[in-house]
């Protein structure tokens, strides 16, 4: 797993605490932040697995 991986999987957790957050205190912006953070997350990871498929095709050509 790389960084980006992690990073955007933290930040996507960090999303969900937020989101729930706002919704038990009726905190729109709350609730907002947290599906912004939540996008965030998730295109960072989505990042993250590309380049993780990418080394690992470059490593099995490597490997022939």
Known sequence: MNKDQ????L???KGD????????????????EG???QAAGKAQ?????AKAKVAD???KAIDR
Do not use: H, I, M, Y
């Open 17 to 32: 605490v937020k989101e729930a957050a706002g919704k038990v205190v009726g905190n729109n912006k709350l609730k907002a």
């Open 45 to 49: 990871s989505t990042a993250g697995d």
């Open 11 to 13: 930040e996507t957790a």
């Open 57 to 59: 095709a470059a490593k």
């Open 6 to 9: 992690v990073k955007g999987r």
């Open 35 to 37: 599906l912004a953070d």
